[in-house]
């Protein structure tokens, strides 16, 4: 699978940057939660032949002791969502949790995404999930009282929207080998870069894994579900991973797109997103990786490109440091996203279960974080300015669905953001 010029130096920078900026985690974890982190990474940047399958949970599912009861969905959920990431750590500690919330009451934001499941397979809470039981993926839950953390954000007015990371997964390669990638030579996990495994991306049961925890995360009163990590692998020894689902003759961006129809069928009343590389905006190819930005309009209420300034090579667009131009990247970028949504809506293709012509609103991620230069509120400024001149000016006037701010420390640039 052919990669341009752009995206191969694109990914390269993606992946060094993975490695190079950690995020910071909390220490404090909170009663009833497992260990405290340590001072390894808990979240990344960003912000992915047998017969078996997985049998989805179908139970509601039960709050644990000490926990709320299961809660509604907010009823009047924002049309334009103003959102920060918050760890799963920060989510399960309370006076972190507390700040957060008195930030977005102080401003202009209206929503939050909180780690359900994150970069490493964890599971941030205790669930009914009996998959998720079995490969003991929530037996460090940083988060006690899930229940109790949606009623206390519903309760202030707050959007609440479940990160769920999808084919990298070390916690479930493990407990299922027979669904992962190997090494070839050793017959052992394969694992990238970072030393993380992946699922196979065209396995079932992984899929059907993944259904199981957006249901329980939407029963307990999650108002959304975003999907990170939806692709293939593209850093480590590539060559010595072999598939155990995948023949590595269909076309890498053809089992995404199934990934994504078969998300949109068994969440079909949900609110499901999906995180997309940046230069999926701008490329043609699927970055060889799977992801072309048509196929995640067709099937999610809202895409969320991962427009960081700072992780586009030396020479896009003509910029050597192009993290020093946040403005003129990511109008570029999103300008790029928001014709090639024109083009889909004008065109005749449709998702089986999608109405002809709805497809998903933009809602960039917007980088408050140093890397390629020192993020001031002026420098974040520009990324709104960026994100509004190019999608409220849109052609088809529902393209923006707002914006999502990502900081793996969770510490904001309060003057960056209108007050209340």
């Known amino acids: 699978m052919r990669l341009t010029l752009y995206s191969i130096f694109g990914l390269a920078a993606f992946y060094g940057i993975f490695i190079l900026f950690r995020p910071l985690e909390v220490s404090i974890a909170p009663a009833g939660a497992g260990p405290a982190a340590s001072s390894s990474s808990s979240v990344p940047v960003a912000a992915e032949k047998s017969s078996s399958t997985t049998k989805q949970a179908t139970d509601t599912p039960k709050p644990t002791s000490g926990d709320a009861a299961l809660q509604p969905q907010l009823k009047n959920p924002p049309e334009i969502a103003k959102a920060i990431y918050i760890s799963a750590w920060s989510a399960g500690t309370p006076s972190r949790i507390k700040s957060l919330v008195d930030l977005v009451k102080r401003t202009e934001l209206n929503a939050v995404v909180v ?53 990298q997964d070390s916690i479930f390669a493990k407990a299922h080998p027979e669904w992962a990638l190997k090494n070839k030579a050793t017959g052992k996990l394969w694992v990238d870069r970072k030393q993380l495994a992946w699922m196979d991306p065209a396995g079932k049961p992984t899929w059907d894994y993944h259904v199981a925890i957006a249901k329980d995360a939407l029963a307990r009163g999650f108002d959304e579900v975003n999907f990170d990590y939806i692709r293939f692998p593209s850093d480590g020894k590539l060559s010595e991973a072999s598939y155990p689902f995948w023949d590595e003759k269909t076309p890498r961006s053809k089992i995404i ?63 050597t440091n192009p993290g020093q131009y946040p403005y003129e990247v990511m109008k570029y970028s999103l300008d790029r996203a928001r014709e090639r949504r024109d083009i889909l809506i004008r065109g005749t293709s449709s998702t089986p279960g999608i109405p002809q012509g709805k497809v998903g609103k933009l809602r960039p991620w917007i980088q408050d974080f140093d890397l390629g230069a020192t993020y001031t509120a002026g420098m974040i400024k520009k990324e709104f300015q960026a994100t509004y001149d190019s999608l409220n000016m849109a052609s088809s006037s529902d393209a923006y669905g707002g914006w999502a701010i990502w900081d793996p420390a969770n510490t904001y640039t309060e003057s960056a953001l209108l007050a209340e």
């Open 115 to 167: 780690d359900v499941k994150d970069y490493s397979g964890y599971v941030s809470y205790v669930t009914d999930v009996r998959e998720v039981r079995e490969a003991k993926s929530d037996r460090e839950p940083r988060i006690a009282r899930p229940n109790e953390l949606i009623k206390m954000l519903h309760d202030n007015g707050i959007y609440v929207i479940a990160r769920v990371t999808v084919f």
């Open 257 to 319: 797109r199934q990934f994504f129809v078969y998300l949109r069928e068994q969440l079909p009343g949900a609110r499901i997103s999906a995180d997309l590389f940046g230069l999926a905006t701008v490329n043609r190819d699927d970055l060889g990786i799977g992801q072309i930005i048509e196929d995640a309009y067709r099937n999610f209420d809202y895409v969320y490109p991962m427009v960081y300034p700072s992780h586009y090579a030396p020479g896009f667009i003509g910029y």
